[in-house]
């Protein structure tokens, strides 16, 4: 076993298969539809479960980060069999859960723990997780997992693109005269991650078709060409525009590698319905 333990929260929605395969522990964020709680990435609500709920509840789910105390209570668990903890979580532009992370560090002064502000969420959080977690099962340092976590942050780009825009004003992320605006004019917004954390706007166009077109035309905009390209394409709730995507990438850039994730309810209860693409060059 590694003398670091590799923590992030359920945001990053890595597949359970990789989260065994390179021993990273996830502390989930909450769902809720009025009085029901779900566990984000827990077994009582799976995404096919979720997006049938948005329809049928008379509630619009809200999220929540986990609690500084569930952070000590696993930190401290995770200290009984390794020497230091690395613990990545989603941008605190975004969440809370930066600030309970903090907040149960600062209380277990004294022990080797280290937090990150990945800047992040999602497929990018995942893929920087990914990278500090593969790292620390090769046996480098941890200085050296934290350096290439940062480098990482500055390099992993991201495409979202929401079916509607409706989940986003409910949520707070975007105001109504503009998704009012955009309904009007059938206008699909392509959004990025800010250097900073936030979700903006990248660009807009006429069309959904054009949307997906457009993103994928961008990452060679984005890219020097000199690398390996990796990529990762997220589903929320639209396989068919997903496997569309990942064949029109291939063809057109032919990534080093490709993989294909689901958009988790809590970022799904932000975003709603569409795709997402991340990449990063090697």
């Avoid at 333990?5 to 539809?33: G, M, Q």
């Avoid at 999602?122 to 090769?138: D, E, Q, S």
């Amino acid at each position: 076993m590694a003398d670091i333990a590799i923590v992030t929260d359920s945001t990053s929605d890595i597949p359970e298969v990789l989260r065994k395969r390179y021993n990273i522990s996830v502390i989930p964020l909450t769902i809720h539809f009025g009085q029901e709680e779900y566990e984000d990435g827990g077994s009582a609500l799976t995404m096919e479960e979720f997006y049938q709920k948005i329809k049928d509840s008379p509630h619009f789910p809200t999220t929540s980060q986990p609690s500084p105390g569930s952070f000590i209570q696993l930190y401290r668990k995770l200290l009984k069999d390794h020497k230091s903890i690395i613990s990545i979580h989603i941008s605190d532009k975004l969440s809370g859960t930066m600030g309970s992370a903090l907040l149960a560090a600062e209380d277990m002064k004294g022990e080797d723990l280290t937090v990150i502000n990945s800047k992040a969420a999602h497929a990018p959080l995942g893929l920087i997780v990914l990278r500090a977690a593969r790292m620390n099962i090769g046996g480098s340092s941890k200085q050296e997992i934290i350096e290439e976590t940062e480098r990482m942050i500055k390099k992993v780009k991201a495409f979202i693109l929401p079916r509607t825009l409706e989940n986003l004003v409910r949520g707070g992320r975007i105001g109504k005269a503009r998704s009012l605006l955009a309904s009007m004019l059938d206008i699909k917004p392509i959004l990025t991650l800010t250097e900073d954390g936030h979700i903006g706007m990248f660009k807009t166009v006429r069309s959904w078709n054009k949307a997906k077109a457009a993103a994928i035309g961008s990452i060679g905009d984005l890219i020097t060409g000199k690398g390996s390209l990796i990529v990762s394409i997220s589903d929320a709730n639209a396989a068919e525009d997903v496997e569309e995507v990942e064949e029109e990438i291939k063809k057109q850039y032919s990534p080093e590698e490709i993989m294909k994730v689901k958009i988790g309810p809590v970022v799904g209860t932000h975003v709603g319905t569409g795709i997402g693409i991340t990449f990063y060059e090697e």
